[in-house]
């Protein structure tokens, strides 16, 4: 789902990334895109102060209710999946051609919505969080992947350049 996701929304909407000559401005543009990829995270962690408010329980260091757990949980998860959907997009960034640079805010665009389907998913039962999940994790491989293929075979000379 999510090669065709992307695929149509890099053939039908109608904007093009500007003009990046430089690795400098790839980085720029890439670090401009990830701020919107904060939006889930910021608001979970928002609705998790919300619930842990309004938590009945007593002790406020105690054991947490299902709700409090699910947003707490939430939160961490995305974190650490958006250090590495960072890391791998800047590493993109840097090989992608200019004429394919539209894929960055695409691929912001699908971890921001990703990880909102898994929440919503997480919060109605936890057998239905696969889905979400996947959409957030396969795009991550696919990019780290990339990376790979393109520092160790494409340009194996300038690994560490």
Avoid at 81 to 109: D, H, R, S, W
Wanted: charged share 10%; hydrophobic share 55%.
């Amino acid at each position: 789902l999510c090669p065709c996701l992307l695929y149509g929304a890099y053939v039908f909407l109608p904007f093009d990334a500007p003009l990046l000559p430089t690795v400098s401005a790839r980085l720029v543009y890439t670090l401009r895109c990830a701020a919107f990829a904060t939006f889930p995270i910021v608001l979970g962690m928002i609705v998790s102060g919300i619930s842990r408010l309004c938590s009945s329980a007593l002790e406020p260091f105690g054991e947490l209710q299902r709700e409090v757990e699910l947003h707490r949980t939430y939160v961490s998860q995305s974190v650490h999946l958006f250090i590495l959907y960072f890391f791998n997009m800047a590493v993109l960034a840097t090989y992608l051609p200019q004429e394919v640079l539209k894929l960055i805010p695409l691929l912001t665009g699908l971890f921001a919505i990703s990880r909102l389907i898994y929440w919503l998913s997480y919060a109605i039962g936890r057998s239905f969080r696969a889905f979400g999940f996947c959409m957030t994790f396969l795009p991550l491989l696919a990019m780290l992947l990339w990376n790979l293929y393109s520092m160790f075979v494409l340009e194996p000379e300038n690994v560490l350049a």
